[in-house]
């Protein structure tokens, strides 16, 4: 209710909504143009922060602490090859190893070919009319042969593949296709799917 024109019981209301319960708008509107209010509820926020950091820290289970660390270091994996994508595509660091996440659940990509998915990326200004697209290549899946209409780079994350001229690009390593290059990726090297990125200007186009 409200008390003099004020907050009175929504004030708890609206401290725990902060804390990630559903928010109430009419409360939230208040807040933002009653001042004596909001102050109130800063102290309140503040003084909940302060019992929280004064709690002794219960050390997580063993198992619980296993599965935490299991996974982030899924999602984190590809992490020092962040940089390398940040730079290919125009975007922060941070956004590019937040972007490689996606790769720890490669089933949930687009189908686009028989044992191919993929993902768009985001680019920044100096990238703006490149596509950039993350790939899980799996065992038995290619890419038929096609033309390079503008230059295109693929930076390999995990696996590799072997392109028809012989070469197998693996982890760490970069295949670049200068515009109007012809080839085809035929084959996956190994038995577990080959995860990268690939970065083009100008599209392909079939070829013979």
Do not use: K, Y
Request: proline fraction near 9%; charge should be negative.
């Amino acid at each position: 209710m409200m008390l003099a024109g004020h907050l009175d019981d929504p004030l708890e209301d609206a401290l725990l909504a902060r804390a990630g319960w559903a928010r109430d708008a009419e409360v939230e509107a208040h807040l933002g143009a009653c001042s004596d209010c909001a102050r109130r509820l800063a102290h309140a926020e503040a003084a909940v922060a302060a019992v929280a950091l004064a709690l002794p820290p219960v050390p997580p289970e063993g198992r619980l602490r296993a599965r935490l660390f299991a996974s982030v270091d899924r999602l984190e994996r590809f992490t020092p090859m962040a940089p390398r994508l940040a730079a290919l595509i125009d975007v922060a660091p941070d956004d590019a190893r937040r972007a490689l996440h996606a790769l720890s659940e490669p089933e949930a990509m687009n189908a686009v070919l028989p044992g191919m998915r993929v993902l768009p990326l985001a680019t920044g200004p100096r990238r703006a009319t490149t596509s950039a697209v993350l790939v899980c290549l799996e065992p038995g899946g290619c890419i038929p042969r096609h033309r390079h209409l503008g230059d295109e780079r693929i930076l390999v994350f995990e696996g590799a593949f072997a392109v028809d001229d012989g070469r197998v690009v693996r982890a760490g390593e970069e295949l670049h296709s200068p515009a109007g290059s012809i080839h085809s990726i035929p084959t996956v090297v190994g038995d577990a799917p080959c995860l990268c990125a690939i970065v083009g200007e100008g599209g392909i186009e079939v070829a013979p």
